[in-house]
């Protein structure tokens, strides 16, 4: 069963950075493609980025591009989200989901359970 677990969520202020993690059991996270999102109470689910599992592109919303980054950790099996300079509007629970098409076509078969980001002072 392919399971993925998101981590590294937490509280932190105003201007600060946290490194969510998305680990994978039961495949390999290196063949996904593999995108974050978010969703904040009351909003719809936001699209924050997505890194390609044949070339490692990666596409970024417009608004969070500079503040956010994406990358693999092949030997962890897991895909981080940094995210830096964080603001209050960026508290929402976040989530990874992976999936075998390109990013492009925005279908993902497996998601997580999500963590929660507060940022707050």
């Known amino acids: 069963q392919l399971q993925l677990v998101e981590s590294g969520g937490g509280l932190v202020q105003p201007g600060g950075s946290l490194r969510l993690s998305c680990a994978a059991s039961?495949?390999?996270?290196?063949?996904?493609?593999v995108g974050w999102f978010r969703q904040a109470p009351g909003k719809e689910r936001e699209g924050i980025t997505c890194?390609?599992?044949?070339?490692?592109?990666?596409y970024y919303a417009d608004s969070l591009k500079g503040r956010f980054s994406t990358s693999r950790d092949g030997a962890k099996n897991t895909v981080d989200l940094q995210m830096n300079s964080l603001k209050p509007g960026d508290t929402a629970a976040y989530s990874c989901?992976?999936?075998?098409?390109?990013?492009?076509?925005?279908?993902?078969?497996?998601w997580g359970q999500g963590t929660q980001v507060t940022v707050s002072s």
């Open positions: 989901a992976a999936g075998r098409r390109s990013c492009h076509t925005g279908v993902y078969e497996s």
């Open positions: 890194i390609e599992s044949s070339d490692g592109s990666t």
């Open positions: 039961g495949f390999t996270l290196d063949s996904y493609a």
